[in-house]
């Protein structure tokens, strides 16, 4: 007999189906606010979409990067689903981190005087290997 309580990452793939499926059988227009898995000492919330990007450094402060963080809570063998989240939160507006918001990141750790090299070296990472590399439109331009 198996034991009747989950362990934490198995909450959390139950709560990504059941937010999955809530996503599909509600209206999207009606529905304004996302389920944000659990990072470090920060505990799962539930925020606007504007708070999120779809892919981001996962150091970003300003904004949930939803793509590492459903990552994280994701089994190996239930990566596939990421596809799945990408239309979702696509059709929702979510979009990639954007150049500007990864110069907000950096505006705030140094206003802060926050001295997080991982953070840093995080946004200048993602900035080369994805902003910069990535189609016009990912950067703003149209």
């Keep these: ?28 227009d009606t529905f304004d606010s996302v389920y944000v ?7 799962p919330l539930w925020v606007g979409f504007g708070e999120c990007v779809w892919d981001g450094p996962i150091t970003m402060s300003l904004k949930y ?13 239930q990566q596939n689903r990421l596809h799945t989240l990408i239309q979702l939160f696509g059709r929702c507006g979510v979009e990639n981190a954007s150049w ?24 200048y990472d993602y900035m080369q290997s ?3 590399n990535e189609p016009k439109k990912s950067i703003g331009v149209r």
């Design 1 to 28: 007999m198996s034991d009747p309580v989950l362990c934490y990452d198995e909450f959390n793939t139950l709560l990504v189906d059941h937010a999955l499926m809530f996503y599909f059988k509600s209206h999207l």
């Design 37 to 43: 898995p659990r990072r470090g000492n920060r505990e």
């Design 65 to 77: 990067p939803l793509r590492p963080l459903y990552s994280s809570i994701l089994a190996k063998d």
């Design 100 to 123: 500007k918001e990864l110069v907000s990141e950096l505006e705030e750790l140094r206003d802060n005087e926050i001295e997080d090299l991982d953070a840093v070296v995080a946004i």
């Design 130 to 132: 994805y902003v910069w």
